[in-house]
């Protein structure tokens, strides 16, 4: 009985995993099909690759979503991680509705959080473009950076830090020697979740873009809404693989349990 149970839980695994995997495998191998038709057999070629890699405004466009994606990294990480300090040494009136208030922007839908943003941009006069899109997507992305160092400080021994310093350590070699060795690996899982979620973030950019400065994701909807042409597949699968392989490279470093 208990093999059965087994097999059948290797079966269900197995088919959740297809039906997560499978149009993106689909494709990625369509990515390699030479024909513009995706007709079969499957005939291996790079051809749309080296299209898209000739193609100024798809390059342009990806040039500027990697810009924002390291801004928006750099800021909501520092502000994160700070953030996260902060949250874990004091205690102050509100704390608990303040670290309750993290989790909604996270479950809010962006097509919300992309209109309140327009809305509220254009009411304080810095309204579309770059600035507005970096500081949305900061807004976005901190929560995972405050979730994510505040797991991995969690499991940090405070009296670390009070027995460096009864050893003569000052503030800045505890912080330096202690503190950041300990939550570095949360802070890099962190930065990495910060620019999955700005690079693929879509909504966001496009209700805060001017027109004419398009990142990657908005630029493949307005090519789908023309026709859907392979160099499509080959972008969106190096996104995927980037995304995937940041995401996993985070998931693998957050160490959230802690060291055990």
């Known amino acids: 009985m208990l093999r059965m149970l087994g097999i059948l839980g290797r079966i269900w695994l197995g088919l959740i995993l297809f039906f997560l995997y499978a149009p993106i495998v689909v494709m990625a191998v369509m990515s ?4 513009p038709y995706y007709q079969l057999p499957f005939e291996f070629s790079t051809r749309w690759y080296q299209e898209m ?3 100024d405004q798809i390059i342009t466009a990806a040039i500027r979503s990697v810009l924002i994606a390291c801004a928006t990294t750099v800021i909501a990480t520092a502000l994160g991680t700070a953030a996260s300090v902060a949250l874990f040494r004091y205690d102050f009136r509100a704390k ?3 670290q309750a208030l993290l989790f909604p922007p996270i479950a809010i839908p962006w097509l919300i959080s992309g209109t309140a943003m327009l809305i ?3 009411s304080i006069g810095i309204g579309r473009g770059t600035p507005a899109v970096i500081i949305g997507h900061v807004a976005l992305a901190l929560p995972y950076v405050i979730v994510t160092v505040s797991a991995r400080m969690s499991s940090f021994d405070i009296t670390l830090e ?3 310093r009864s050893l003569g350590a000052s503030q800045w070699t505890v912080l330096r020697r202690v503190t950041l060795p300990w939550i570095t690996p949360g802070i890099i899982a962190g930065a990495l979740f910060a620019f999955a979620v700005s690079f693929d973030q879509f ?8 027109p004419g400065d398009t990142t990657l994701p908005v630029l493949i909807y307005t090519a789908i809404r023309k026709g859907f042409t392979p160099e499509i597949n080959a972008i969106s699968t190096i996104i995927i693989v ?5 995401v996993l490279f985070a998931t693998r470093n957050s160490k959230f ?3 055990s």
Do not use: I, P, T
Request: avoid cysteine.
């Open 32 to 35: 390699f099909n030479a024909s």
């Open 257 to 259: 349990g802690g060291e």
């Open 120 to 122: 509220f941009f254009f």
């Open 242 to 246: 980037v995304s995937m392989a940041l």
């Open 53 to 55: 890699a000739a193609n």
């Open 203 to 210: 909504v966001v950019s496009y209700f805060l873009s001017e």
């Open 162 to 164: 009070e027995a460096a």
């Open 96 to 98: 608990r509705v303040l």
